[in-house]
């Protein structure tokens, strides 16, 4: 990443510490990422791409060009039977062998069953490897949104959503599973690798993860939880705030920006100071890059 002051008092302003670049499942490169962020008033952004940390630099750069600070991140993915489960790992340290090796096996994997769900769908719809590739930025793993995009590309379905309903669904004959470790083993990996780890979007549709695999997590070192999210709701959201507030956990806020990947825009939830202060205070593995 590019020089810059790393005190830990520096962060400022309006937090969106969930942002996503063409590097996993965004759109937009990691600058543009961070310029639509700063256009919506954030002043410390988080790029997260999902089990890779290749668009750090280019975001800190990008970041400290505009006056924002930038707190690394990655979204490293994790599954509890059949729920995926995303941990939220902030200022780790990208070479740790630990976390090194689950992130590899996981761009395996989703590479592997990019190919498989590849030719499944191409026995039935006109659907090459090359048109995925098309839609994939150079360096980024291929994954089931490149597929969706190439399926836009092709007239087979309208946009993303249409994609992940149907062919891309569970429950199509295409899908394919891919590996990721369990929640407790994502969790321990962040925290050995220097990191914060939270958990994203922990209040969805399917409900809470069971109180054995949260105690399992916050035993691993789990600092926080993702409350500031659209997706998030009722009443599972409440149960996690009690939860926050009586182990005076960091609760979080942000958009998950995808670019034309998803609706959701920059800094429609945000993260406060005094919790940026808290991850920063308690991140080892990398420095928050300041202007």
């Not at 891309?168 to 780890?197: F, K, N, Q, R, W």
């Amino acid at each position: 990443m590019s020089a810059g002051s790393s005190a830990p008092s520096a962060p400022h302003g309006p937090g969106d510490l969930h942002l996503h670049s063409d590097h996993s499942d965004g759109t937009e490169p990691p600058a543009v990422v961070m310029a639509a962020a700063h256009r919506h008033g954030i002043r410390t952004a988080a790029l997260t791409d999902h089990d890779t940390t290749s668009g750090w630099a280019e975001a800190a750069d990008a970041a400290v060009s505009l006056g924002m600070s930038f707190l690394p991140g990655m979204e490293l993915s994790a599954r509890h039977e059949w729920r995926s489960v995303h941990v939220l790992a902030y200022l780790i340290d990208p070479e740790d062998a630990g976390l090194r090796a689950l992130t590899d096996r996981i761009r395996r994997s989703r590479l592997t069953r990019a190919r498989t769900m590849a030719e499944r769908i191409g026995r039935d719809y006109d659907l090459t490897w090359e048109d995925i590739e098309a839609q994939t930025a150079e360096g980024a793993t291929v994954g089931r949104p490149h597929i969706a995009d190439a399926l836009v590309a092709r007239g087979h379905v309208r946009d993303r959503g249409e994609a992940f309903g149907g062919i891309l669904s569970p429950a199509s004959e295409y899908y394919v599973a891919l590996y990721a470790p369990d929640p407790v083993t994502a969790v321990a990996a962040v925290a050995g690798a220097g990191g914060v780890p939270v958990i994203a979007h922990p209040a969805g549709r399917a409900g809470l993860l069971p109180n054995r695999v949260v105690r399992g997590m916050l035993d691993a070192g789990l600092a926080g939880f993702e409350l500031g999210h659209r997706e998030n709701v009722e009443p599972a959201l409440g149960e996690l705030r009690r939860l926050v507030a009586e182990r005076d956990l960091i609760a979080t806020g942000s958009s998950d920006y995808h670019g034309r990947g998803k609706p959701n825009v920059p800094g429609e939830n945000t993260t406060s100071e005094d919790a940026i202060a808290r991850i920063v205070a308690l991140g080892t593995g990398s420095a928050v890059v300041t202007p």
